[in-house]
């Protein structure tokens, strides 16, 4: 019985909260080339804005209404997928926290209210995100 514990203990799945964002996220192969693809940036830029995306994004769970079922929607596609970032129009797919899988755009009905939820997050950042 207690072998099995400390197995599920050991493979605890790592939550958004239990990271720390002043690390460099991790980027997978596939996600520099949709970060390239996706957003047009070189490819020295896609790390800082991978950084940039988690540490200022807007993470699912402060998002309301159609765009927040969109995000739940794919969150339960993406099953590994924890960690859901909006940032400039694009939504982030981080796994185990902090390892950037890929970017989506939004859908063209959802960018209102993803402009709202990012004019919002950075008025609650206030001088931490005037900083950067």
Excluded: W
Aim: glycine share 6%; aromatic share 10%.
């Amino acid at each position: 019985m207690d072998n099995d514990v400390k197995q599920r203990k050991k493979h605890k799945k790592k939550h958004h909260k239990d990271i720390r964002y002043d690390e460099e996220p991790k980027v997978t192969k596939h996600g520099y080339k949709r970060v390239r693809e996706r957003l047009g940036i070189p490819k020295n830029a896609v790390q800082k804005n991978a950084e940039r995306a988690l540490k200022y994004g807007v993470p699912r769970q402060e998002v309301s209404g159609p765009l927040r079922r969109y995000l739940d929607a794919l969150y339960y596609e993406y099953g590994t997928a924890d960690n859901l970032r909006i940032y400039n129009r694009h939504l982030y797919i981080f796994c185990s926290g902090d390892v950037l899988v890929t970017v989506l755009n939004i859908p063209y009905k959802y960018i209102d209210a993803a402009d709202i939820a990012q004019r919002r997050r950075k008025k609650e950042l206030g001088d931490i995100y005037a900083k950067n």
